[in-house]
C-alpha cells in the first residue's frame, strides 16, 4: 500500500505538471502552479507523515510477534523495555512517555494506563496536520474558481462595440478569458479530487493500522485490570509474608492454624498463612487494626459528601498494610466477620466523636461481606451497633460488594431489605455497567450502584460511559464513580451526567483525623 501511495502522489504531480505546461497564458500557468506548490507541500507535510505513521504500526506489530516468540521474558517486560519500537521518531517519543508513565503506576502498584490514552487518531491528527491538510481539496477547488473569476472579469473588461475591428478583439478578449475561465476550474476540479483521494486512501489505511495494532496490543501485551490487580496483591502479599516470616518466630507470632487451605491466592497459601493468621489475630485483640476514610466528592462544586471506611493494618514492625495482605488470609480462614464487626464499631464510635465535638457528620460507608450475611444477622447486629452510640442510621451506609449478590442473591437480598426497613442506605460495590447482571438479581433494590472505573480506561469509552449513566437514570438507579486517577477520567464523568465520586486523583484514603481537617478546610473556604 505505501508503494501505491508515492505511486499516486507523483501521478498527481505528474498531472499538475501537464497541466501548467499547457497552460494557455500566464493567468493559468500561475494558478496552476500554485496549486501544484500546495500540494507539493500537502504531499510533505500531510500525506507523508501518514505513510510513515501507518508503516510504524507495522513495525510494532512485528515486534510484537518477535516479543510472543521469544521465551526468555513475558512480551510485556520486553516491549516496556524497548526503545525503538515504532522506528518512527515521534511514535517512539510518545511511547517512551507512555513507557515511564506505566513505570511509575507498575512502581506505585495503580493500574496501568491504556496506549490509546497517548497513541490514538487525535494525536496522530495533531502531528500530521490534518486540520490543514484536510483543506486543501477545497482549496484548490476554490484556486479554479478563483481563476475562474479572473478569466472571466479579464475578458469582460476588454469588450468594445465601436468599430467592427474592436467588436473583433472584445471576442478574441472574451474567448481568451472564456479559456482561463474553464481551464484553472477544470485543472482545480481535477487536482482536488485526485489529492483528497489520495489523502483519504492514506488516512483510512493509518487508521487500520492503528486499530490492529491497538486490537494486538491489548491482546497481547498490557495486562488486563484483573491481571494486573492480581499481580499487584500477589506481590505485595509475598513481599509482606517474606518480612514476617523474619520476626522472631516466638509464641505470639506463631500457631498453628488448622483448615485446608484454598482460594483467590493458592500461591500464597500454606505456610504463608500459618506466618500471618496468628499476627492477624493478635493484631485484632490489640487494636491494630485501623480504618482510613477516603472522601466522596459532589463533582460539580467539589464539596465533600460522604466517605468511605477502608481498613489497615497497622503493624507493629511492618507498618501500615493494605487489606490485600491480609484479606485472603481472613476470608479463607473465616475471620473476616470478626475484623468488619470490630470496623463497624470503630466507624460508629469515630462519627460518634464527631457529633460531640459539634461536627456535622458526612455518611460513612462500611463494608458488608457475604459472609457476614451468612455468618449472622447483619441487620440486627448493625442496628444494635448504631443504638449503643446513639448515632443515626444515615450516618452508616452499607456497601455489598457485587459478586455477593451473584453468589448468594436470596441471602443477600434479603438482608439488604432488612437493611433499608432498618433506615439504612445500600449500596451495591463493584458495578461494571452490565444491566444483564442487574436484571438477574431478583429483587434487588439498592440505594446506589458505585461504578469501578477501572473497565473505562480510555477516550474511546467516553460513549459507553454515556450510555451507562444513560441508562441508569433510566432505572432510576443513583452512581457513584469510584477509581478516579485522573483529569481526563473526571472530564468524562462529568461530560456524562455523573455528579459524585471517588479517587486518588480527588484525594487518597486518610486518617479520620486528616479527614476531620479536611471538613474544616472545606467549612472555612464557604465561610
Not at 496506549?115 to 476554490?142: F, K, R
Not at 469509552?461 to 438507579?477: G, P
Not at 485522573?486 to 455528579?499: A, D, F, H, I, P
Request: net charge negative; aromatic share 10%; charged share 20%.
Amino acid at each position: 500500500m505505501r508503494v501505491g501511495i508515492y505511486i499516486f502522489i507523483l501521478l498527481i504531480l505528474f498531472v499538475g505538471m501537464v497541466l501548467a505546461g499547457f497552460s494557455p497564458d500566464g493567468i493559468s500557468l500561475f494558478v496552476t502552479g500554485t496549486m501544484e506548490a500546495i500540494i507539493v507541500l500537502g504531499s510533505v507535510f500531510g500525506i507523508m507523515p501518514v505513510v510513515q505513521f501507518s508503516a510504524a504500526f507495522r513495525n510494532a506489530l512485528e515486534n510484537i510477534e518477535t516479543a510472543k516468540l521469544d521465551r526468555n521474558g513475558s512480551t510485556w517486560t520486553m516491549i516496556e523495555h524497548s526503545e525503538d519500537f515504532f522506528r518512527q521518531r515521534t511514535l517512539n517519543s510518545v511511547f517512551y512517555e507512555y513507557q515511564t508513565k506505566v513505570k511509575g503506576q507498575r512502581e506505585s502498584g495503580q493500574i496501568l494506563s491504556d496506549i490509546d490514552d497517548y497513541i490514538n487518531e487525535d494525536m496522530l491528527a495533531l502531528h500530521s496536520w490534518q486540520a490543514l491538510v484536510s483543506q486543501i481539496p477545497g482549496t484548490l477547488t476554490g484556486l479554479g474558481l478563483l481563476g475562474t473569476f479572473v478569466g472571466l472579469i479579464l475578458g469582460i473588461q476588454g469588450i468594445e462595440f465601436t468599430s467592427v475591428s474592436m467588436a473583433l478583439m472584445s471576442v478574441q478578449s472574451l474567448l481568451a478569458g472564456i479559456q482561463v475561465a474553464f481551464y484553472t476550474s477544470i485543472g482545480g476540479v481535477i487536482l482536488s479530487l485526485l489529492f483528497n483521494l489520495l489523502y483519504r486512501m492514506a488516512w483510512n489505511t493509518m487508521v487500520r493500522q492503528l486499530g490492529m495494532f491497538s486490537y494486538e496490543f491489548h491482546r497481547n501485551v498490557i495486562p488486563t485490570v484483573e491481571e494486573q490487580t492480581l499481580y499487584r496483591e500477589r506481590r505485595e502479599v509475598r513481599q509482606i509474608t517474606e518480612l514476617l516470616d523474619r520476626l522472631p518466630k516466638t509464641m505470639g507470632y506463631y500457631a498453628q492454624s488448622g483448615g485446608e487451605v484454598g482460594g483467590i491466592l493458592p500461591s500464597l497459601a500454606g505456610d504463608n498463612e500459618q506466618i500471618m493468621m496468628p499476627q492477624i489475630l493478635s493484631g485484632i485483640r490489640d487494636g491494630d487494626f485501623i480504618f482510613y476514610l477516603q472522601p466522596i466528592y459532589n463533582l460539580n462544586t467539589k464539596a465533600i459528601i460522604g466517605a468511605e471506611a477502608l481498613v489497615r493494618w497497622n503493624h507493629k514492625k511492618l507498618g501500615l498494610l493494605s487489606p490485600a495482605v491480609f484479606m485472603p488470609v481472613l476470608e479463607r480462614n473465616g475471620y473476616i466477620t470478626k475484623l468488619d464487626q470490630y470496623i463497624w464499631k470503630q466507624v460508629c464510635a469515630t462519627i460518634r466523636e464527631w457529633i460531640d465535638k459539634g461536627m456535622r457528620p458526612v455518611p460513612v460507608s462500611v463494608n458488608v461481606t457475604k459472609t457476614d450475611v451468612l455468618a449472622m444477622d447483619v441487620a440486627e447486629y448493625i442496628s444494635g451497633i448504631v443504638e449503643e452510640y446513639d448515632i443515626s442510621p444515615l450516618d452508616l451506609v452499607i456497601e455489598i460488594a457485587e459478586n455477593s449478590y451473584s453468589q448468594a442473591p436470596e441471602a443477600i437480598v434479603e438482608a439488604e431489605k432488612q437493611l433499608r426497613q432498618k433506615g439504612f442506605k445500600v449500596i451495591m460495590d463493584g458495578f461494571n455497567g452490565d444491566y444483564f447482571s442487574l436484571s438477574s438479581i431478583p429483587d434487588l433494590s439498592a440505594d446506589l450502584l458505585k461504578l469501578d472505573l477501572r473497565r473505562f480506561a480510555g477516550h474511546q469509552n467516553q460513549d459507553t460511559l454515556d450510555e451507562v449513566f444513560l441508562q441508569t437514570r433510566k432505572l432510576h438507579y443513583q452512581v457513584t464513580a469510584v477509581g478516579i486517577e485522573s483529569m481526563e477520567q473526571l472530564t468524562m464523568l462529568r461530560k456524562s451526567g455523573c455528579t459524585e465520586g471517588q479517587g486518588f486523583y480527588l484525594s487518597r484514603p486518610v486518617s479520620p483525623h486528616a479527614f476531620e481537617a479536611l471538613i474544616d478546610a472545606e467549612l472555612k473556604e464557604r465561610q
